[in-house]
């Protein structure tokens, strides 16, 4: 079965810094992957994908991804992070069925 | 556009109430799924429509019952709900094809009473 992990329930960064979202994944054939954010009493905003092509994706907010196969990983980084980031993130792969399963979400605050 | 419209936002309702969940795009998506989600935990699948047909059920209780009157609405009726039940239900779009970007609209935040 497909599935995604995501090993930390909330990530502390300050705003400024650098931060990352961890996702590993475990698929048979090509992975489809993705990041969703959702606010606070919000739906969930797509925020990139990984399909095929380039390792580092670029996606909305100035979030990137980096797709490592060797390590089955696709962690969600911003060079710099600001308060407004502060959300509750969602790794999620493209099951056999061609819909969503995700991970269990990462809380992200970031301090001023 | 990257819309998906979801209505009402707010809903309260009995367990003896029956209730309808409203979604619609314009985006010419071919597939419509309802997701469950309780809170600060992931989306649950419960339904896909696929053409307009119902194509996976994940073994929701039959007080959920999914409509998809044509390709840009998907309701969710709801009767005789228990207070369990009471969860932020997010309705989201997508191509067909694999590999497309699921959408999800702002979902619509019931409360059963």
């Known amino acids: 079965a497909q599935s995604v992990a995501q090993p930390e329930d909330q990530v502390n960064v300050a705003e400024g810094n650098p931060l990352t979202v961890k996702c590993t994944y475990s698929v048979s054939g090509n992975p489809y992957l993705f990041w969703y954010v959702q606010y606070p009493n919000r739906g969930l905003q797509f925020l990139l994908k990984y399909i095929t092509g380039d390792n580092l994706v670029k996606g909305s907010y100035g979030f990137e991804a980096e797709f490592n196969k060797s390590q089955t990983s696709f962690h969600l980084k911003k060079p710099s992070a600001l308060v407004s980031d502060s959300a509750l993130y969602f790794c999620a792969v493209r099951d056999r069925r061609n819909t969503l399963t995700f991970g269990k979400g990462t809380m992200l605050l970031v301090s001023p | 556009d990257t819309e998906v419209t979801q209505t009402p936002k707010h809903l309260v309702m009995g367990m003896t109430n029956k209730k309808s969940l409203k979604c619609e795009q314009h985006m010419g998506h071919r597939a419509m799924y309802w997701y469950k989600q309780k809170a600060k935990k992931p989306p649950e699948l419960m339904f896909v429509y696929s053409y307009e047909k119902l194509s996976i059920n994940e073994s929701v209780p039959s007080r959920f019952s999914p409509e998809c009157p044509n390709s840009s609405l998907l309701n969710l009726h709801l009767h005789a709900l228990q207070p369990e039940d009471s969860a932020l239900y997010l309705c989201?779009?997508?191509?067909?094809?694999?590999?497309?970007?699921?959408?999800f609209g702002e979902g619509s935040w019931l409360t059963v009473v």
């Open positions: 989201a779009s997508s191509q067909v094809t694999t590999g497309n970007t699921i959408y």
